[in-house]
């Protein structure tokens, strides 16, 4: 028989957009894999499905509408439960807390309280929980596809501020010295995997796997791996 064209049934297609360590990013000896936290999962979940996993690699803002076209299976890109995504999208049961952090040049003094924020020039990711923050306190704020293009800019004194979730925050913080961290008041974020709505089997099967590792210490040993 020859093989059909198109999307195969043992083939699970997640999307990502791995520029957000340690859930997602490009590394490994050859440079161009993909890696992380959200990945592992990713992984044994199609393993549990008798399954290949396929990653894709996109903008983040790009993810919910690959998703909805039919293009990829399931998203894991850290991304945080939100009643509008809820509107688009089906999650899965919250598998990470965050919370969103300020990162400035280790000179700036100025902010101190959310007050501070007001009308910085705030750098963010574009669509993400942040950017829909940041503008709640500031007019000024610039959209980048990345939060590494976010910390350029910083870098380079072109914005206050970067307002990005926490462990890619400390992740970025680890590689420029020239940066520190202000944690403010903001309110804890849930990370949930999400499928097009109405897909009941591979959502209750995502559950299953998430549920697994928390009782098997798979899911603490990722949390080892990839945040300590
Ligand atoms: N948690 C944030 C959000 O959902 C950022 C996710 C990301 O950039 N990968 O918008």
Do not use: W
């Amino acid at each position: 028989l020859l093989a059909g064209c198109g999307k195969s049934d043992d083939v699970l297609v997640v999307g990502t957009n791995a520029t957000f360590p340690p859930f997602e990013y490009v590394g490994g000896v050859s440079g161009d894999e993909i890696k992380g936290f959200d990945i592992d999962l990713a992984k044994q979940i199609a393993k549990d499905a008798g399954k290949t996993l396929k990653v894709e690699n996109m903008n983040f803002d790009s993810l919910i509408v690959a998703l909805n076209a039919g293009k990829i299976d399931f998203i894991a890109s850290g991304m945080t439960i939100t009643p509008e995504r809820q509107a688009s999208v089906d999650f899965s049961a919250p598998y990470y807390e965050a919370t969103q952090l300020v990162l400035v040049n280790k000179d700036n003094t100025s902010i101190n309280s959310t007050d501070d924020l007001k009308d910085k020039h705030i750098a963010v990711q574009l669509g993400s929980t942040g950017d829909i923050m940041a503008k709640t306190y500031s007019q000024n704020v610039t959209a980048f596809n990345t939060g590494f293009e976010a910390v350029m800019e910083l870098k380079n004194n072109k914005v206050d501020l970067v307002l990005f979730d926490s462990e890619p925050a400390i992740s970025f913080l680890n590689k420029n010295p020239q940066l520190k961290m202000v944690k403010l008041d903001f309110d804890a974020e849930f990370y949930g995997l999400a499928v097009p709505k109405g897909k009941t089997e591979l959502l209750n099967s995502i559950n299953t796997t998430l549920k697994s590792m928390k009782s098997n210490g798979e899911y603490d040993a990722l949390v080892t791996k990839y945040m300590k």
